[in-house]
């Protein structure tokens, strides 16, 4: 029989401790051992160790993150753990040979990482990706650095010197991102869903999977097993949308300055020459006009890299010029991103003339392919299908608005962030880069309303939130006004299935009156504190009275489902 002793720690005060230290003491009793096993948490130490241990009659066991024990501990200790290992295999720990569960060895070798992360708006789950990294590495003793590609670039970008002494680079991103400075380095890539749900996880899966990264497109390709996660066309679309948003935002409140200035006739003959004027074709002329060839470009960009640019970008354009707008600019972008794909795989030159593939053959091939495409075969019917639906939009009155507004606030509410709630997000841009500015505006009503109707929830029904919910309430608050629908995220985690309902019905609230009551919405992002701008949202009360009503619809109906939240903890581990 051994003696073991065991100091389980947990940062987060929940409850995997707990349940750590019971799989542990059930297995030792299974192999005949003796374990002494305490539990620290962030409240104090459940069931210290005895006097005078660990001593060094017995076996030092320290399960959990390194850096919230002391040094002469983890010096002292005979193996290091993750919860993660244990929960997964307790019987392991006290395995006869002592080799423990698998990931042992990363526990005790610190290592360093380097992480890019990055969602299509390049708002919140950027910056929710990068937090869960952090807290991963900390967790299992390794040191990280995370480059935040959000909206406006990247946050602290990483330097040379930080790349080449990196031993993995993760890339936890919902759009394409340029790898090729990682050439020669092991690369693992994935979205931003299991960063932010489970960070140390996709540390540790990065760790054993990552592959080497080569300097070509093609090599990029098959050097990231785990980007099968979210590869394909909804990728591409979303890194064509992320790159396209600036032009729309700075367009539309460029053209909503224009008419606060200059009236609606602010791009009138008789106005020009006036402030008015410039700003509107600043926004008009220039911002909106290059929102179809970004978007293709860079859908192209996604599939293709950089030879895909140009095509898909002149591509864009000849669908502006077609009147195929937004969805052929869409079309164009794959055509373009796909046909210098498949060229580069078919053409192969001499070596000393494969430096002209991504300057020369490609660019002029890729353009050739899609112009001739666009204008023979794509451009007209895409212009029908446009006008068609632009027309459709336009007549939309009475049930038929109400009807959309409630499947585009259903869509806002149903992931908060993800691929449904992202897809109606594109279709409102889509809408918006036609001058369609209705769908617009329930989109950003319905996904401003989830955290709002969170924070709201938290204030009146108190007793059915943690301590830890309520004070999260306010940080809500913040996000859903500024239309982060991310911020409910952390509310339906913890109770998918009362939270979502409740969310998903005001936000369809929220959609539908937006749409009834006409509202406008000429930028694409913003939230309230776009309300004050002249000329940037119409029926300004309507709309307010479209959030309020969606708001208190969610919170009313979580007061009704939420059960009370469970008594806060006292130090001692759950029943």
Same mark, same amino acid.
């Given at each position: ?366 353009? *050739? +392919?899609? #112009?001739?495409? &666009?204008?023979?075969?794509? =451009?007209? /019917? %895409?212009?029908? $299908?446009?006008? @068609? ?16 507004? *409630? +499947?585009? #606030?259903?869509? &806002?509410?149903?992931?908060? =962030?993800? /691929? %449904?709630?992202? $897809?109606?997000? @594109? ?19 319905? #996904? ?128």
């Amino acid at each position: 029989m051994t003696k073991f002793h065991v100091i389980v720690a947990d940062e987060a005060a929940g409850v995997r401790a707990f349940l750590a230290a019971e799989a542990l003491r059930k297995a030792a009793r299974a192999k005949g051992h003796s374990a002494d096993i305490e539990v620290r948490t962030p409240n104090g130490a459940v069931d210290p160790l005895p006097d005078g241990a660990p001593g060094a009659d017995g076996t030092l066991l320290l399960i959990g993150p390194l850096d919230t024990m002391a040094p002469e501990l983890v010096e002292r200790a005979d193996r290091c753990m993750t919860l993660d290992a244990v929960l997964a295999d307790p019987d392991a720990v006290f395995d006869e040979s002592g080799t423990g569960p698998a990931d042992t060895a990363p526990m005790a070798a610190n290592r360093r990482i380097v992480a890019v992360t990055s969602c299509p708006t390049g708002i919140a789950h950027t910056f929710m990706a990068a937090e869960g990294l952090q807290e991963g590495a900390k967790r299992l003793g390794h040191a990280i650095r995370v480059e935040t590609q959000g909206s406006v670039g990247a946050g602290e970008p990483l330097s040379d010197a930080e790349i080449a002494a990196a031993d993995v680079v993760i890339i936890a991103a919902d759009r394409e991102v340029d790898r090729s400075r990682f050439a020669g380095k092991r690369v693992f890539a994935s979205s931003t869903k299991p960063a932010i749900s489970g960070g140390a996880a996709l540390i540790e899966r990065a760790l054993a999977e990552a592959s080497v990264q080569g300097d070509t497109p093609a090599a990029q390709d098959t050097a990231q097993p785990a980007a099968k996660e979210r590869t394909g066309p909804y990728k591409h679309l979303m890194t064509g949308v992320s790159f396209m948003l600036p032009f729309v935002v700075a367009g539309g409140l460029l053209i909503a300055m224009a008419f606060a200035l200059g009236g609606i006739d602010a791009n009138a003959e008789a106005a020009e020459g006036t402030l008015a004027h410039a700003l509107f074709r600043i926004g008009a002329e220039g911002g909106f006009a290059l929102i179809v060839p970004a978007l293709a470009g860079y859908i192209a960009f996604s599939i293709a890299d950089r030879p895909g640019i140009a095509p898909g970008m002149i591509g864009g354009m000849l669908a502006n010029s077609l009147g195929a707008g937004f969805l052929g600019g869409i079309v164009a972008g794959f055509v373009a991103g796909y046909g210098v794909y498949w060229l580069n795989r078919v053409i192969v030159l001499p070596k000393n003339l494969r430096g002209l593939m991504p300057v020369l053959v490609l660019p002029v091939l890729g353009t *050739l +392919i899609t #112009g001739l495409l &666009m204008i023979y075969a794509i =451009g007209a /019917p %895409v212009a029908l $299908a446009l006008s @068609a639906m632009t027309e459709w939009l336009r007549a939309m009155q009475g049930s038929s608005a109400i009807v959309l507004g *409630l +499947i585009l #606030g259903a869509m &806002m509410a149903f992931d908060m =962030g993800g /691929p %449904v709630n992202k $897809a109606a997000y @594109a279709f409102g841009i889509g809408a918006l880069a036609s001058n369609i500015y209705a769908p617009m505006a329930a989109v950003m009503a319905a #996904g401003m309303t989830p955290p709002l109707a969170a924070a709201l929830a938290t204030r009146l029904f108190a007793a059915r939130f943690s301590a830890e919910e309520r004070e999260a309430g306010g940080a809500a608050a913040v996000l859903g006004l500024a239309f982060v629908t991310e911020g409910a995220i952390p509310f339906a985690a913890r109770d998918p299935l009362r939270m979502i309902p409740a969310f998903i019905a005001g936000a369809s609230t929220a959609g539908a009156i937006s749409m009834v009551a006409g509202v406008q919405l000429r930028v694409p992002h913003g939230g309230i504190f776009v309300l004050p701008i002249p000329g940037a949202v119409t029926h300004v009360a309507l709309y307010a009275l479209a959030i309020v009503a969606g708001t208190a619809v969610s919170a009313a109906l979580i007061g009704l489902l939420k059960r009370a939240a469970p008594p806060a903890a006292t130090g001692t581990p759950p029943a």
